[in-house]
């Protein structure tokens, strides 16, 4: 059973960058076929995907422009940076794995527990 957890700062300021780590556990993020999310949900609002790195280091982005997503093999580990935070990313984070690319539902996913970040000056 695949267990993911994130981990990061849970407040950061307006205009920083916003790095979070997952850890996987119990499975490797190079298997083939797999799919390493992070998604966020903003307080009211629905679950918003924002990219993926896939087993082969393939990276898909939603938010082009402000997000980078990276790994690290050797710790088992992928990364989201998140740059020129404003409050509107304030939001519970998620990492997920999943074995499809994210086409706008997310069954099949597995979930990390979350984790939440503030952006507040």
């Known amino acids: 059973q695949v267990q993911l957890q994130e981990s990061g700062p849970g407040l950061v300021k307006p205009s920083q960058t916003l790095s979070l780590t997952c850890t996987v556990s119990g499975g490797s993020i190079t298997t083939g076929g797999s799919y390493w999310n992070w998604i966020r949900q903003p307080p009211g609002k629905g679950l918003e995907w924002m990219g993926a790195?896939?087993?082969?280091?393939s990276i898909y982005l939603s938010l082009k422009s402000r997000t980078s997503i990276s790994r690290d093999t050797s710790k088992n580990q992928f990364t989201l940076q998140l740059n020129s935070t404003t409050p509107e990313d304030t939001a519970e984070y998620y990492c997920a794995r999943s074995e499809v690319l994210y086409t706008g539902n997310y069954e099949g996913f597995s979930w990390g527990q979350g984790t939440q970040v503030t952006v507040s000056s």
């Open positions: 790195i896939d087993y082969s280091g």
